[in-house]
């Protein structure tokens, strides 16, 4: 793509009225604009991080039996009443149509909608286990969205369902999700920094667990033992008798942290409700036992910016990316050509076509952290300057190792 | 993909308490799930519909120059306050934080967004012009919800607004835009059944144009001039005098009409209030021109629906089919080898390997509508028998020529 058909401008200095840091820069760089407090438009460049994201996580999810749908953010009164959650749920925006008084929610969460729908294809145990997942908007009434993407009243989310007939079914696939979750955050580059974390289950289990990443900007503060690769929240840790419940250590360290996915085993918490339920081969008729595994989809996004900047600007990991390459020619149309190559090569890559100074593109290419810089100036003679955006060294090679990178 | 993975079933009979044919067919067939009246959910084969219209419809629309971005369902009253739509329209949905008594709006189109959002990064001509579109819900407080997914509370559409410096360049993309319309019901397979057609174009343009197509059930009336191949909506008949624009005939057929996309020269309507402004080339401040240009992406699923069945069922066109391939077998395993050699070549292929009677696998497959059915059985010998839904004639290939239907 060429950067000056890109109608988004980037910012020198930080935006008013935003206080974190994965705003500022995501909004600097042109990334994402604020509507309101917890609320954000993704323009071009920040959609396609978020497509990303997106992807990343659609082929694990498919790669466990993952069936995809879509459902809605409206939701009838009449659902949330049932699980006690209209009154109860203190996020719930609940309003009412000014033509008929009925009164919807904004769906913060789908297990009022998902398990409907089920009911209507879940009769017999030949029918279980099923998993759907989907991407959608969540709407949380927030008291507080001063946290940019991490906190927001309107955010993207992947939510994943889970529907077994029997507790051990659910346990052996609850083990395989968090496995998932693991490879998830290892593909988008916050696996090193990203713990398995006891966290409470709830009035229905009794933990369940989240994927916390260590950043001092986190709302969260865990225990993190190192021998065993695990945290524990803080919300727990009393009942944990302050010790890793895998070796029984007590040497933890406390972090602060960001939730990027939790995952819970209602079981039969949102199906009794509902009375879904299934006959076992014997007959009897049972309650479904569920799952539910989420992953804020915007939010990470946010996330990965907190773990992965420097004084300049992003740095994004190559596998969410919104280019693989950023190219910058000195002169007008110095890099044409190899521009022309490149999208016939079907690289991915932003060509800064702009005529403004090269101080000016670096400054933007530093701010937006596409992860491969190639610079065509008079100094580099048909050949091409390469930097990665987290180093400092610079080379010069020719086109044909350009894949290298 | 194997049927026998997929958890939705299909019906028999007709859904409860739902009128019109495209959801009832579309909730037989399992591609939606009826929430409430306007709210649909989509199954995975509706959601396998849904984005290959959204995928015809993106190619068309950066062909064009169009930048997708993303924006948000939750906006601020303030901006409706501006255009004074917050109290007079009517299907606004409205609503308050029960923590900050902050007052909301649910977007049932987004002029009051993205014109903040171009605020900031228009400033002089050579910012100009700039298209941008998104598919994005749309939320409208409708009085009658009762066309299935011809008209909805919540709905995906896919919208795009033009910004230009003069109204000799909005004029221009327009008609440019006017033909790309075209195209996509053209690749649709409704382009043989939708007309260009002459509209109101609100307080501040003479006229706009809608995409209608021809349907019993449409709840708009149209008069098509057959010999210039446009229409003209009922609401402006009577200030064209009766007759068509182009030839002046007054020989017009009526016709009941789905609404399928509209185009908006909304000029300064929007611009105005925001003070969204350019400076021209001599330095003087003007007000931005814009265009609008919407096409529903749910309804579409509606419409080609009503447009394109039989008393069998759904009868896809095969540009957004779930899948171009539904391989049916008598007895179980007899058509694997075929389904993994399918697979294998990148076919999109539904296996229906569920262990049930043939007559069931034909029903199903008339109701779900993909355009060619594969069938392997005893009768044909290691060859298969190919149907395309839409004929009745069936035929005895060989694997090698599944390519040529």
Redesign the interface.
Known sequence: MKQS?????TLKEDPQGEESLNAKLLIRAGFV?K??AG??????L??RV?NKIESVIRKEMESV?G??????????KADWVKTDRWNNL?VL???T???SQ?E?V?GPTHEE?VV???K???FSYR?LP?Y?FQFQ?K?R???RAKSGLLRG??FLMKDFYSFHADGSDLDNYYDIMAGVYKRVFDVLGIGDKTYFTFASGGTFSKYSHEFQMIAPSGEDTIYVCNKCNIAINEEVLESMNNACPECSSKELKIEKAIEVGNIFKLKDKYSAPFNLQFKDISGTTKNVLMGCYGIGVSRLMGTIVEASYDNKGIIWPESIAPFCYHLLEQNPGEAKQIYEKMIEDKHEVLYDDRKIGLGEKFADADLMGIPIRLLVSSKTAGKIEVKKRKEEKTEIINYENISKF
């Not at 058909?5 to 401008?9: E, R, S, T, Y």
């Open positions: 058909a890109l109608f988004v401008k604009h509507v309101m609320v954000y438009a993704f323009l071009p920040g959609l978020m039996g069936q995809e749908l879509l459902m809605s953010s409206l939701q009838p203190d925006f609940r309003f149509s000014h033509y009925n919807y904004l909608e409907p729908i089920l209507q294809h879940i029918d099923i759907v908007n709407f009434d927030e008291k009243r309107e």
